[in-house]
């Protein structure tokens, strides 16, 4: 091999291991500013959003998914700060926020106001019937979404409703505590959907005038819309209530959907009105089941839903077809004084038809002449 090559490939002189160190500084240095300007993903993943500097947004702070618990504990809220904000009549725009403390709206001031701008006579009188005419209001958006609640949110004040003039949002939220926003009038859309209520979840005498999402939302032990009207589209598809779940008395003005709910314990849907479609098509009831004097003004459907329990539907009234033959029940539903469509009132499941005893008088005749025929040949 030549000698010349050698050397050039493999040079130890000190010139050439100078120049080797100084590139190995020179590559330490440059990865030390990459570390630096850079920082690794396990390091930086928690990346913080706030309101931008001189811009009255209200409260915002967005954590990404990628902040550790420590992380959000640092960044928690408390729950004092945020009702200062919304007494401010500010918005509040939270993501995946550790919310420390209670949430009581009790505390908001007491106003005597003439309704919201548009609101017709017939709706004002109707929130003014449900809280006097005092109101706490919450003026802007309320978002607390994938958020983590320690505490209790409560309205319990008896004299006055809650009203909230924009749009709710709690999805994917984790409530802790209970929550109870009874007499509350909600003038924007309503998004539930994906959250976690551990307690009890009230919503009593509620108004809620746009559409309200609850898809796979999860009720905990109790949960009560107690003579609350629904204006607008209910979806709780896939959504499970665990415990008690109480509709008594509810007016749904347009489509609800129930599909693939779960209802864990006694469900009750006494004396409620559905002017739209209403769809329970695959749910699952557990337990006792009541839809006594319920009024099905539109489509009622029950596909595939599994009684487990006993179903009562006493006095109930279909002004449509239904289609209860197509559900199944672990026990005969109870259908004293339900007002059904003649048609819509198949033999198989419910109850015996015309049909059925005209075959069986027929057979009972021909085996009556057979009789005959058999005793006149001996």
Known sequence: MDSTLFHRRFDH????????????WCLVL???????????????????ETAAA????????????????????????????????IAKGRSVDLLGVLVLGDLIFDRLAVQT???????????????????????????????????????AVRHRAADSTLRFEGPVDVSGSHFKEGVDLSRSVF??????????????????????TMPVGCRETKFGPSTRFHQSTFRGSVDCTSALFDGMAEFLEVTFEQPAVFDRSRFGLGTGFSGSRFKGRVSFSEAI????????????????????????????????????????????????????ETKRLESAQPGGLLQPSNGQYALTAMFLIVAALLVAYAAKLK
Not at 295 to 322: I, N, T
């Open 187 to 208: 003038h924007k859309p309503v998004e539930l959907s994906r959250a976690t209520f551990e307690k009890e979840a009230y919503f009593v005498q509620g108004q809620f």
């Open 30 to 48: 440059v990865l030390v500013c990459a570390m630096v300007t850079c920082p690794p993903e396990a390091d930086a993943g928690c990346v913080v």
């Open 54 to 85: 001189g811009i009255d947004a209200g409260l915002v702070i967005h954590l990404s998914p990628s902040c550790t618990q420590a992380e959000r504990e640092s960044h928690a809220v408390r729950g004092d700060v945020i009702m200062d904000e």
């Open 13 to 24: 002189s000190p010139t050439a291991r100078l120049k080797t160190r100084r590139f190995r």
């Open 113 to 151: 106001t003439a309704g919201s701008p548009g609101l017709t006579s017939e709706r004002a009188n109707r929130e003014d019937h449900v809280g006097g005419n005092g109101q706490r209001i919450v003026r802007e958006a309320l978002s607390l979404r994938d958020s983590v609640l320690l505490g």
């Open 285 to 336: 009831f557990s337990r006792e089941t009541f839809f006594g004097f319920a009024a099905f003004e539109s489509d009622a459907v029950f596909a595939g839903a599994q009684f487990l329990g006993s179903a009562d539907f006493s006095h109930a009234e279909f002004w449509q077809q239904d289609d209860l033959a197509k559900a199944r029940f672990d026990h005969p539903p109870l259908l004293d």
